[in-house]
């Protein structure tokens, strides 16, 4: 069966600081990944999409990056968090289908403090 | 207009209650549905996926979408207070981008 693992599961940083998170899916291959943000009490903010190795799509203009250096393995990182960076960070995995959309499916997540 | 909306809740009842949630969009394009279950702290859940309009059931879960009214419902039977969490509806539309847009939630307490 297909498993997601994110880390770490609480993060606090200063301002100004660089980020790295990762997420890696096991049991399948060729997924497509995702990273969302999810502010307290609302909905979920899809930030990067990957079809493929190298292959990134930006969904918002922001202070953040993404990468995909294995088929299996995402990273979300930026150079200076600002403080409006914190919240719920959410990697998610999607199976292909040639025909429409694939649900998602979420790991953990891991809450981000800015201070 | 969001493309979503759902009522934020919370919605409160006893033990045994049958649960209805619901959700509109704007966007005639959405032919998927989904509805996830997020537990605080967790991420979301998979719970029910449907493609077009009409009924699904599974278990104590049935997902109902009105295309024609742009409005998905969720409803619960025997709600347990293992269900209390939030609910998000996810509707995406059939094109490449595997994109969904995610409702901002209800929450759901079901009382023992």
């Known amino acids: 069966s297909q498993t997601i693992h994110q880390w770490p599961a609480t993060l606090v940083q200063p301002v100004g600081s660089p980020l790295s998170l990762e997420c890696t899916v096991e049991?399948?291959?060729?997924?497509?990944l995702y990273w969302y943000r999810q502010a307290a009490g609302r909905g979920l903010q899809l930030l990067f999409y990957s079809v493929g190795i190298g292959q990134i799509s930006s969904e918002v203009p922001q202070n953040l990056s993404a990468s995909r250096p294995q088929d299996r393995q995402f990273i979300l990182s930026s150079k200076k968090l600002l403080l409006s960076d914190s919240g719920f960070y959410l990697c998610?995995?999607?199976?292909?289908?040639?025909?429409?959309?694939?649900?998602?499916?979420f790991g953990d997540g891991t809450r981000l403090s800015i201070l | 207009q969001k493309e979503v909306e759902q009522d934020p809740g919370p919605l409160s009842v006893p033990e045994g209650a049958i649960v209805s949630l619901n959700c509109t969009y704007s966007n005639s394009a959405f032919q998927y549905f989904m509805w996830y279950r997020q537990y605080s702290r967790k991420g979301p859940e998979l719970l029910m996926y449907t493609y077009s309009s009409g009924n699904k059931e599974d278990g104590r879960f049935t997902a109902q979408v009105d295309k024609s009214s742009k409005y998905i419902s969720l409803f619960i039977r025997d709600s347990q207070p293992s269900d209390s969490a939030t609910y998000l509806c996810a509707p995406s539309p059939m094109d490449s981008s595997y994109k969904l847009i995610f409702g901002s939630g209800t929450r759901l307490l079901v009382r023992p």
């Open positions: 049991g399948t291959s060729n997924p497509n």
């Open positions: 998610a995995w999607s199976g292909l289908s040639g025909r429409g959309n694939q649900p998602q499916h």
